[in-house]
């Protein structure tokens, strides 16, 4: 796990920015102009990444319980933060943000968090 504490030195990684509409899509273009690289596309291996150390923060929205039930324990196994858009632990709305740090985690929630209660939950069969 990575040491970063602050956005200006993250390495952000997300399955795919088209995936945030509205509100969510504001924030994250915020979040994603606040660090200076960007992946996309590992989905769960993104996670994996955060965990060994070459990734320091993963966003994503519209998750539902099988995609990140058994991710939770690899980033708090690793000492990563592990929690929604609003700095809690409800991922009911699908918005997960995993972070190699708490400072990092927060930096992330912050830009995050207005956009969480206008993001509809993910719908059975998405």
Known sequence: MSNV???????????????????????FKTLYGSVP????????YAYARLAS???DLVVEC?????????LIPVVRGATGVFGDWSGGTDFSAGQVIAAATRELYEAAVEI????ASSVPPPKDGD
């Open 62 to 70: 519209g998750l539902k319980p099988h995609d990140y039930h058994a």
């Open 53 to 55: 150390g070459t990734i």
């Open 37 to 44: 690289i960007t992946r996309f596309g590992h989905d769960a």
């Open 112 to 115: 995050m968090r207005a956009a």
């Open 5 to 27: 504490r602050e956005l200006g030195e993250a390495r952000l990684a997300t399955t795919d920015p088209f995936l945030f509409d509205g509100d969510a899509a504001a924030a």
